[in-house]
């Protein structure tokens, strides 16, 4: 029976773990009628806090194709932005800020996570790419990976990123929690399509693990 016990609820690690939603990934809401609307992006938080405008220099915004042209690195469907038809955005030469969202999912020990989102750097936007750009990984609230600074997707131009990490135990159960970083520079740094995966072999391995237990419970009953 402990055994059962021990291999659903492996199992309910497992299912949990395949299961993690970034909300308002491509920065919809709120609507940037106003284009710019400054203020933080439904769902997430943001650092500094506080009313829009001086407190926090981003917002989200509707890039247009003299920002970025249709189809840019290879863009499915001539797209202007990855997902949807709004970025969030850092403006320019501000302190360190920060999009971070804590995810309904928790950790599971030994599955690789894959942070993944596309940078931008808009076409009328000159001088010199930040580096400040980066991903992150929280566990319960708690930063424990951030990415080197993330390479310049050239000027006009979007890039996709990506930042691993390998839950340890003391991750297990913890709140998994993604953010990203910018910026000091002179150009404004872009976000978009935020996504946040569980390494398929990792997982794989896993549920063989999990099948090799019941296999082993039910041969001991026999």
């Given at each position: 029976?402990?055994?059962?016990?021990?291999?659903?609820?492996?199992?309910?690690?497992?299912?949990?773990?395949?299961l993690?939603?970034?909300?308002?990934?491509?920065?919809?809401?709120?609507?940037?009628?106003?284009?710019?609307?400054?203020?933080?992006?439904?769902?997430?938080?943001?650092s500094?806090?506080?009313?829009?405008?001086?407190?926090?220099?981003?917002?989200?915004?509707?890039?247009?194709?003299?920002?970025?042209?249709?189809?840019?690195?290879?863009?499915?469907?001539?797209?202007?932005?990855?997902?949807?038809?709004?970025?969030a955005?850092?403006?320019?030469?501000?302190?360190?800020?920060?999009?971070?969202?804590?995810?309904?999912?928790?950790?599971?020990?030994?599955?690789?996570?894959?942070?993944?989102?596309?940078?931008?750097?808009?076409?009328?936007?000159?001088?010199?790419?930040?580096?400040?750009?980066?991903?992150?990984?929280?566990?319960?609230?708690?930063?424990?990976?951030?990415?080197?600074?993330?390479?310049?997707?050239?000027?006009?131009?979007?890039?996709?990123?990506?930042?691993?990490y390998l839950a340890?135990?003391?991750?297990?159960?913890?709140?998994?929690?993604?953010?990203?970083?910018?910026?000091?520079?002179n150009?404004?740094?872009?976000?978009?399509?935020?996504?946040?995966?569980?390494?398929?072999?990792?997982?794989l391995?896993?549920?063989?693990?999990?099948?090799?237990?019941?296999?082993?419970?039910?041969?001991?009953?026999?």
């Amino acid at each position: 029976m402990i055994r059962i016990m021990a291999f659903l609820n492996s199992y309910r690690l497992l299912f949990n773990a395949l299961l993690i939603t970034i909300q308002n990934f491509s920065f919809e809401t709120p609507g940037a009628a106003s284009n710019p609307n400054f203020g933080c992006p439904n769902s997430w938080t943001c650092s500094p806090s506080g009313p829009p405008g001086p407190a926090l220099q981003g917002g989200v915004y509707t890039p247009t194709s003299t920002q970025y042209a249709p189809g840019a690195n290879g863009l499915t469907g001539r797209k202007i932005v990855p997902a949807g038809t709004q970025a969030a955005f850092f403006s320019i030469n501000q302190p360190v800020q920060s999009l971070t969202q804590n995810t309904s999912a928790t950790f599971v020990t030994g599955v690789n996570y894959t942070l993944s989102a596309w940078v931008g750097w808009r076409n009328d936007n000159t001088g010199t790419w930040s580096p400040d750009a980066k991903l992150e990984f929280l566990s319960g609230g708690t930063v424990v990976k951030t990415s080197l600074a993330l390479p310049s997707p050239g000027q006009g131009q979007w890039h996709l990123v990506a930042l691993n990490y390998l839950a340890t135990v003391a991750d297990s159960g913890q709140i998994i929690g993604v953010g990203l970083l910018g910026s000091t520079g002179n150009v404004q740094i872009n976000w978009d399509n935020v996504t946040l995966v569980p390494e398929p072999t990792t997982l794989l391995l896993l549920g063989l693990g999990f099948a090799l237990l019941a296999f082993a419970t039910r041969r001991t009953k026999i």
